[in-house]
């Protein structure tokens, strides 16, 4: 195997780990808060790794895992998108504290509401 297939290799794994790590990420956080949850840092992962093996898929040529990633990025970037732009608190912030009938604890921040 030539230098530059075995960089390339690098590459792709490296790709997939990143966006195998985003599973990582988000078991670990959803332990943490009891329930199942997915942190701002899962949209990172999912977008870098993904656009990490486009860039191997490219490589190879391989039309079917070109087609699957390019989606997957647009996906991510939506995604990120929308948590931005609505305000939307990432799961990787700290949970605002709730009284015992789910509302917002008495001085706590107000939650935001997503705009219409």
Request: hydrophobic share 40%; aromatic share 10%.
């Given at each position: 195997?030539?230098?530059?297939?075995?960089?390339?290799?690098?590459?792709?794994?490296?790709?997939?780990?990143?966006?195998f790590?985003?599973?990582?990420?988000?078991?670990?956080?959803?332990?943490?808060?009891?329930?199942?949850?997915?942190?701002?840092?899962?949209?990172?992962?999912?977008?870098?790794?993904?656009?990490?093996?486009?860039?191997?898929?490219?490589?190879?040529?391989?039309?079917?895992?070109?087609?699957?990633?390019?989606?997957?990025?647009?996906?991510?970037?939506?995604?990120?998108m929308?948590?931005?732009?609505?305000?939307?608190?990432?799961?990787?912030?700290?949970?605002?504290?709730?009284?015992?009938?789910?509302?917002?604890?008495?001085?706590?921040?107000?939650?935001?509401?997503?705009?219409?």
């Open positions: 195997m030539s230098t530059t297939e075995t960089i390339w290799l690098v590459i792709g794994f490296g790709g997939q780990g990143l966006f790590g985003r599973w990582i990420v988000q078991w670990f956080r959803s332990e943490q808060e009891r329930e199942s949850t997915i942190p701002l840092s899962f949209w990172y992962l999912s977008l870098i790794g993904g656009l990490i093996t486009l860039t191997y898929a490219i490589h190879r040529k391989d039309p079917v895992f070109i087609t699957g990633q390019a989606l997957g990025a647009l996906i991510y970037v939506r995604n990120l929308l948590i931005h732009r609505t305000g939307q608190r990432p799961a990787d912030d700290p949970p605002v504290p709730t009284q015992a009938g789910g509302g917002p604890a008495k001085g706590a921040p107000p939650v935001p509401t997503p705009k219409t």
